[in-house]
């Protein structure tokens, strides 16, 4: 089983920037691929972004391409999202997910095997 906890969340005004971390437990952490999701009050959850083990491979959600950029630190067993221009509609519930020896990306929730707790964000307009 492998434990993620996510950080960095809180409440900044449209235009502002927030980092997102999200720490991973396990030996195999640089075999994972991770993404990161959200969700909103009465929305389901959806796919922001996503990294292959590697970090060569990235992929974003329409809404967020070009203000967010996710990454990793294998030696950390973290990944990052760095979100730019936030806008009132990016107010969710920010997720991270861990699918163990992914060899891809994934957009769906189903597709991964691990969640963490989730982390607030909250942009004021």
């Known amino acids: 089983q492998v434990q993620l906890v996510e950080s960095g969340g809180g409440l900044v005004q449209a235009g502002g920037s927030l980092r997102l971390s999200c720490k991973a437990s396990?030996?195999?952490?640089?075999?994972?691929?991770m993404g990161w999701f959200r969700q909103a009050p009465g929305k389901e959850r959806e796919f922001v972004a996503a990294i292959l083990w590697s970090g060569g491979i990235t992929a974003y959600a329409d809404a967020v391409k070009g203000r967010f950029t996710i990454s990793r630190d294998n030696a950390k067993n973290t990944v990052y999202l760095q979100m730019n221009s936030l806008k009132p509609e990016d107010t969710a519930v920010y997720y991270c997910a861990a699918k163990v020896y992914g060899d891809r990306v994934y957009y769906t929730v189903d597709a991964y095997d691990n969640w963490g707790q989730g982390t607030q964000v909250t942009v004021s307009s």
């Open positions: 396990g030996r195999t952490f640089s075999r994972y691929t």
